[in-house]
C-alpha cells in the first residue's frame, strides 16, 4: 500500500476506471485478466499531461475492496505507446466483490459509494477550499456523484465506449482523450498560474464567448422596411447592409 501526503491547495482530478480508462464496464474486468488491451486510446498520455501541469490524479472504482491488488496492478502496467498513468490513490468500495458488481451492473447505482467516498475526501481539506477541480466518468451516476462531490459542471467529462466525450448536461460530441491532450494546457492550465479567482484563470478570460445566431425571421423584424426608411426624418434614417 501507498501512502499519500497532500498539500491542503491540491487540485484533484477524478478517473473512474471502468469504461473510463477501459472501453466497458464488464469487458474492462475480464479482457485485461487474459492480456488484452480494452483501455480507450490516449487516455495514458492525456492523464499524464494532466498531472505534468500540477493535478493529483485519483482513481474511483465501485469494484469491491478484494479487487484493490489487481486493479492497482492494471493501473501501474497500462502501457500506450510506452506511457503510462500517473500513480495516485485508488480508492475502492468497501463491500465485496458481488455486491459491488450488482451494484453497478445490475442495479446500476454505483453513486451510492462514490457520494460518499467524496464526500468524506473533501472533509479532510479546509472547509472553504475545494480540491476537485475536474472528473471523468462514463456512466450519469458518475456525473451525478461529481456534481454531489463539488466537482464544477463544465469540468465533468463522459466518455461512451465509442471514445466520444461530452460535458456533464451536454450532449456527445466528437471530441475524445487525444482532442483533450491537444487543449490539456488551456483545459488544465499549470497549478501555479491557478491561484486567481476562476472566472480570471487564462482559459475562462480569455475564451470566446458563442456568436449568437439570428433567425431569418429575427433578421426581417430587426431591420425595418425600405418604405419605412424612407418616412423617417433624415436625422433618424440608418444604412442597413
Known amino acids: 500500500a501507498t501512502i499519500y501526503l497532500l498539500s491542503p491547495q491540491t487540485k484533484i482530478v477524478i478517473s473512474d476506471v471502468d469504461g473510463t480508462i477501459t472501453r466497458s464496464d464488464v469487458l474492462g474486468h475480464i479482457y485485461p485478466r487474459v ?40 493501473l501501474s502496467s497500462l502501457s500506450q505507446k510506452g506511457e503510462t498513468l500517473p500513480t495516485g490513490p485508488c480508492l475502492l468500495s468497501p463491500s465485496r466483490l458481488i455486491e459491488s458488481l450488482t451494484r453497478e451492473v445490475i442495479r446500476r447505482n454505483p453513486e451510492e459509494f462514490k457520494i460518499a467516498c467524496l464526500q468524506d475526501l473533501r472533509s479532510l481539506f479546509p472547509p472553504e477550499y475545494n480540491p476537485f477541480y475536474a472528473g471523468f466518468g462514463n456512466n450519469p451516476s458518475d456525473e451525478v456523484s461529481y456534481l454531489e462531490a463539488g466537482v464544477p459542471r463544465a469540468r465533468i467529462f463522459i466518455i461512451n465506449p465509442s471514445g466520444e466525450i461530452r460535458r456533464a448536461g451536454t450532449t456527445y460530441c466528437y471530441a475524445s482523450y487525444p482532442r483533450l491532450l491537444s487543449m490539456a494546457h488551456e483545459m488544465f492550465p499549470p497549478v501555479k498560474d491557478e491561484d486567481v479567482e476562476e472566472c480570471f484563470t487564462s482559459y475562462n478570460f480569455w475564451k470566446r464567448e458563442l456568436p449568437v445566431l439570428r433567425t431569418a425571421e429575427s433578421a426581417e423584424t430587426k431591420a425595418p422596411s425600405v418604405e419605412s426608411r424612407m418616412n423617417l426624418p433624415v436625422s433618424e434614417q440608418t444604412v442597413y447592409g
Open 35 to 74: 492480456g488484452v488491451d480494452w483501455s480507450h486510446m490516449g487516455v495514458t498520455a492525456l492523464h499524464s499531461s494532466i498531472t505534468a501541469n500540477g493535478y493529483q490524479m485519483l482513481y474511483l472504482t465501485a469494484r469491491g475492496i478484494g479487487m484493490a491488488t489487481t486493479t492497482r496492478e492494471y
